[in-house]
């Protein structure tokens, strides 16, 4: 038995197989990945020479490949994390979110459901298309608004969360159009190791500590559910194991807090793990800059029904979670100073107006 992992040398998907595979008992993955800017192979270092793991680069809009791969390894399940996934990117350039999060999807599901129909009677009530979302595509929350249910209404804001979404009903129609066993993940903001530093948590930690500015969007009063990416991949696990046919789970980690919040909590640990050379605090290189266009104000997820069901909650609070994620970038600079690269910089140029 195998599960094949698109966009396995993302952030999530990483995480996800080196977390599978620490289970000497766990199936091989074959693990696609197109390596785009936020693909690194660093991530999966540990797994060389490890013959469970099997990767190819490749597209998940190659359908002539995709479909290669599952004649050759027989998977029993495809968990599709491939995306592009930084709002920020989108809005300066969206067309790569319609390439990859809506023709990459559909041309994949295409590919699965001609495999999946193939399959014996027993295989193919047993086969799984897992697919991984975001909260974003319900929209923004106001104050006091209740949490994100799976039943919330899809309101996109941005055109990352809009080809999310689109991505996420052609998901919903292949289930009910052609009967393909799908499962829906909409998570919310993740954070933790081997996270790409154009996201909040690591680049504050990383322009922290190289002495730069740390850029806060607006007031920094733009509320997010923090989830730990350990305890995501957890969720994901469990829903692949148990998870109704067709259904959706919400995985939150019950941790609502402010941008600004992170930052300073970000700051503080950086305080007290490694000082700066002059004594002074972190929170003294906090840079307030315009806000980005549509920003929304407000996510959370309501977690209940893949607790009810499923029996799911987070092992980690957001302190113990959030601690860990610092000391992990102070013990690996090397892999950030190789995630780094020239186009990294340029684009850290443009959307801050700070050399990198």
């Given at each position: 038995?195998t599960?094949?992992?698109?966009g396995?040398?993302?952030?999530?998907?990483?995480?996800?197989?080196?977390?599978?595979?620490?289970?000497?008992?766990?199936?091989?993955?074959v693990?696609?990945?197109?390596?785009?800017?936020?693909?690194?192979?660093?991530?999966?270092?540990?797994?060389?020479?490890?013959?469970?793991?099997?990767?190819?680069?490749?597209?998940?809009?190659?359908?002539?490949?995709?479909?290669?791969?599952?004649?050759?390894?027989?998977?029993?399940a495809?968990?599709?994390?491939?995306a592009e996934?930084?709002?920020?990117?989108?809005?300066?350039?969206?067309?790569?979110?319609?390439?990859?999060?809506?023709?990459?999807s559909?041309k994949?599901?295409?590919?699965?459901?001609?495999y999946?129909?193939g399959?014996?009677?027993?295989?193919?009530?047993?086969?799984?298309?897992?697919?991984?979302?975001?909260?974003?595509?319900?929209?923004?929350?106001?104050?006091g608004?209740?949490?994100?249910?799976?039943?919330?209404?899809?309101?996109?804001?941005?055109?990352?969360?809009?080809?999310?979404?689109?991505?996420?009903?052609?998901?919903?129609?292949?289930?009910?159009?052609?009967?393909?066993?799908?499962?829906?993940?909409?998570?919310s903001?993740?954070?933790?190791p081997?996270?790409f530093?154009?996201?909040?948590?690591?680049?504050?930690i990383?322009?922290?500590?190289?002495g730069k500015?740390?850029?806060?969007?607006?007031?920094?009063?733009?509320?997010?559910?923090?989830?730990?990416?350990?305890?995501?991949?957890?969720?994901?696990?469990?829903?692949?194991?148990?998870?109704?046919?067709?259904?959706?789970?919400?995985?939150?980690?019950?941790?609502?807090?402010?941008?600004?919040?992170i930052?300073?909590t970000?700051?503080?640990?950086?305080?007290?793990?490694?000082?700066?050379?002059?004594?002074?605090?972190?929170?003294?290189?906090?840079?307030?800059?315009?806000d980005?266009?549509?920003?929304?104000?407000?996510?959370?997820?309501?977690?209940?029904k893949?607790?009810?069901?499923?029996g799911?909650?987070?092992?980690?609070?957001?302190?113990?979670?959030?601690?860990?994620?610092?000391r992990?970038?102070?013990?690996h600079p090397?892999?950030?100073?190789?995630?780094?690269?020239?186009?990294?910089?340029?684009w850290?140029?443009?959307q801050?107006?700070?050399?990198?």
């Amino acid at each position: 038995m195998t599960i094949l992992v698109t966009g396995g040398a993302g952030f999530i998907g990483g995480n996800f197989v080196l977390d599978w595979l620490a289970n000497p008992q766990a199936e091989p993955v074959v693990n696609l990945d197109k390596l785009t800017y936020a693909g690194n192979l660093d991530t999966l270092d540990s797994l060389t020479g490890d013959a469970r793991h099997v990767f190819v680069q490749g597209d998940i809009a190659d359908a002539e490949r995709v479909s290669r791969l599952l004649d050759q390894h027989q998977p029993r399940a495809v968990l599709n994390f491939a995306a592009e996934s930084h709002v920020d990117r989108s809005i300066s350039g969206p067309e790569a979110f319609i390439q990859t999060n809506v023709m990459g999807s559909f041309k994949l599901l295409e590919a699965v459901r001609a495999y999946w129909g193939g399959l014996a009677s027993q295989a193919q009530q047993a086969f799984r298309f897992l697919h991984v979302s975001t909260d974003e595509v319900y929209g923004s929350l106001g104050p006091g608004q209740a949490a994100f249910t799976e039943s919330h209404r899809y309101e996109p804001n941005s055109p990352y969360s809009a080809s999310k979404a689109a991505s996420d009903h052609l998901v919903r129609a292949y289930h009910h159009t052609y009967g393909l066993p799908v499962l829906t993940t909409n998570c919310s903001n993740n954070y933790g190791p081997y996270h790409f530093p154009e996201k909040l948590i690591p680049l504050m930690i990383v322009n922290a500590l190289a002495g730069k500015p740390l850029p806060v969007y607006g007031d920094g009063m733009q509320i997010r559910d923090w989830l730990y990416v350990k305890d995501h991949c957890s969720a994901i696990r469990r829903v692949l194991e148990a998870g109704r046919v067709g259904e959706v789970y919400n995985v939150g980690g019950w941790n609502e807090k402010a941008n600004i919040e992170i930052v300073h909590t970000v700051c503080d640990l950086l305080d007290e793990l490694q000082p700066r050379a002059d004594g002074l605090s972190y929170r003294g290189q906090i840079s307030h800059v315009t806000d980005r266009p549509g920003h929304d104000r407000r996510y959370a997820i309501d977690a209940r029904k893949l607790h009810d069901e499923l029996g799911w909650k987070p092992a980690e609070t957001f302190d113990t979670g959030i601690r860990q994620t610092v000391r992990w970038y102070l013990d690996h600079p090397g892999w950030v100073a190789r995630v780094q690269s020239g186009a990294y910089r340029d684009w850290l140029q443009a959307q801050y107006g700070q050399a990198a």
